[in-house]
């Protein structure tokens, strides 16, 4: 095998469709997942959509032991690590637990990387580093302030990367501060699921769509925006996926590290989504007001010049898209379950 990639996390949702990006791409690639948060049949989709399945351990990045194994068995030249608990709301109940598994990981993550002399990383961090901007567009220099036990977990995961660099030059790290992934795959057969009830609003949209829940909750329509209504940077998670492809070749061609955003570069607020859902599907949204959450921003959306300018990339599809694909794959899910 040549040019193979390990994916860390890769039946997760994010994971899953870089993994898809990398094999159209002529990449080899290697998931390594625990199964916490996704599952197995993830990767039976992937073949699908590839045409052939990528190699799949199942395991824990803590494993110092399965981690070597791995390294030893593969000729891995590249980590994309999205391996990682994700929610806010939840990493308030077990702080302990997303240090532990985030930044734990992590930092088991690269010591094996080190042993095997594989220095080429590409790392899921998140808006979230920035707190409570200043301003927006949010450029990668904006002050770094986070204000959930996750958002910490992400800026220390970079902290500790950007130290790796600096004492060491052979380190090639992309930091990729993703926005506000939607969508999902175009065949309908990968997509966002999450377990319970969704903490994000577009797979909460989908749900109320198929029936799961009577209306959607809105927090919030006093902001300072268009509508009152929270404002985010929705980008497709195939652009999101294609994002990382073009990191990984920065790191190839210039041999050094990079600190980027990956977002549309625009604000969509909540009502607005809402309409572009309706817009694409033809299914009304039922919707109630409820007070701001705390912690909530008005706006956050990203400034995109160094994604387009370093890694000569951008987000492609439109919301319309991300809508229509996100209702295609909550179908199938439906289908699943019935």
């Known amino acids: 095998m040549k040019n193979t990639i390990l994916i860390t996390g890769g039946t997760g949702y994010i994971g899953s469709h870089t993994a898809v990006e990398l094999m159209l791409a002529g990449w080899d690639v290697v998931v390594v997942d625990n199964l916490c948060n996704s599952e197995r049949l993830t990767m039976e989709r992937v073949a699908s959509i590839c045409g052939q399945a990528p190699h799949f351990v199942q395991g824990d990045i803590r494993d110092a032991v399965l981690l070597d194994k791995v390294f030893a068995s593969y000729p891995i030249s590249a980590v994309m690590h999205f391996a990682g608990l994700k929610s806010v709301g939840e990493s308030w109940q077990q702080a302990a637990h997303y240090l532990d598994n985030n930044v734990g990981g992590t930092a088991c993550l690269v010591a094996a990387m080190e042993r095997a002399g594989v220095r080429r990383l590409v790392f ?11 301003a927006v567009p949010i450029p990668e220099s904006a002050p770094l302030r986070t204000t959930n036990p996750y958002g910490r977990s992400k800026l220390l995961c970079e902290d500790m990367l950007r130290e790796l660099q600096t004492a060491d ?48 909750r809105v927090f919030g329509d006093d902001y300072p925006t268009v509508d009152g209504t929270g404002v985010r940077d929705y ?35 909540v009502l607005q989504l809402v309409a572009a859902f309706t817009q694409a599907t033809g299914i009304q949204i039922p919707y109630q007001i409820f007070p701001r959450r705390p912690g909530d921003v008005a706006s956050c959306y990203a400034a995109t010049d160094l994604a387009r300018e370093a890694l000569d990339w951008r987000a ?17 899910v439906k289908n699943m379950q019935e």
């Open 169 to 216: 030059n052979r380190w090639q790290i992309a930091l990729l501060r993703y926005f506000n992934p939607v969508g999902a795959h175009a065949s309908g057969l990968i997509g966002e699921k999450p377990s319970g009830v969704p903490n994000n609003l577009m797979p909460y949209i989908t749900q109320v769509a198929a029936g799961k829940h009577p209306f959607l």
């Open 124 to 134: 899921s961090s998140s808006a979230t580093v920035y707190g409570q901007p200043d």
């Open 235 to 269: 980008i497709h998670v195939v652009d999101l996926a294609k994002g990382h492809l073009a990191a990984l070749r920065y790191l190839e061609q210039e041999g050094k590290g990079i600190t980027v955003n990956l977002g549309t570069g625009s604000g969509v607020s």
């Open 316 to 332: 492609k599809l439109s919301v319309g898209a991300m809508c229509a694909d996100a209702w295609r794959w909550e179908n199938l």
